[in-house]
């Protein structure tokens, strides 16, 4: 199981969205939340930002879609340039159709579930996606503090993408941070999305390396 960082874009400034997306690119994949004061009490980047990101760096990006109605948007990011974009199951009326068209479309197809969704309504669906996202704070505005009561779920979910024997990646985005991304590892994660963690550093690539590490290192455990 490798270890993936994700900065959360959210977390970065956003009147230098090139430099600071400069700023972490031995990331992964960089995480830009797109919200639509709808699905979420909060509006931020759109697809115009996306194509604008993908122009300005190398590093992947990974569109988490906090939206109403991703059944009609979803595919549009991956045109935009997105290589890997989450949907919400709460607002997707077809997930199955969904993955199927995002994966169509050259991209990896995550489904997101909020702190109160529980994941085994879902279990048949997990072949049809390539991440799931398990968010550990409600979503809509980054810096919120991580919520221990998710670890179960985290643990709950390896064991059904075990039991299948799937190549999922699954996915943290809340709090993740120095303090909380050994507890997230192990229970099972292994991709952690970071915002304040690291933009809120003096050397955002530093702290993506050092929190890599401390994933990795229970991991090997």
């Known amino acids: 199981m490798s270890v993936q960082i994700s900065p959360s874009i959210l977390s970065a400034d956003f009147a230098r969205l090139a430099d600071e997306a ?11 939340d797109v919200m639509d004061n709808h699905f979420v009490p909060n509006l931020t980047l759109g697809l115009p930002v996306v194509e ?17 109605d991703p059944d009609r948007w979803a595919p549009a990011y991956v045109e ?51 991440m799931l996202l398990i968010m550990t704070i409600e979503p809509g505005f980054g ?8 670890l179960p779920k985290i643990r709950r979910t390896r064991a059904l993408i075990d039991k299948h024997g799937l190549e999922l990646w699954l996915q943290v985005d809340g709090g993740v941070s120095a303090e909380t991304i050994e507890r997230c590892a192990e229970a099972g994660a292994d991709n952690f999305v970071a915002g304040t963690a690291v933009y809120g550093a003096d050397d955002p690539a530093a702290a993506v390396r050092a929190l890599r590490e401390q994933a990795a290192a229970v991991h090997r455990h």
């Open 143 to 150: 810096g919120q503090p991580f919520l221990d009561i998710m």
């Open 80 to 130: 935009a340039g997105a290589s890997s974009v989450t949907f919400h199951a709460e607002a997707a009326r077809a997930p199955v159709r969904i993955a199927r068209e995002i994966r169509h479309k050259g991209a990896r197809a995550s489904m997101a579930l909020r702190p109160a969704t529980p994941i085994e309504p879902y279990e048949d669906l997990l072949p049809e996606l390539d």
């Open 52 to 68: 604008s990101l993908r122009k300005a760096t190398g590093t992947p990006l990974d569109c988490h879609l906090m939206i109403e």
């Open 22 to 32: 400069k700023a972490v690119e031995g990331a992964d994949w960089l995480h830009v």
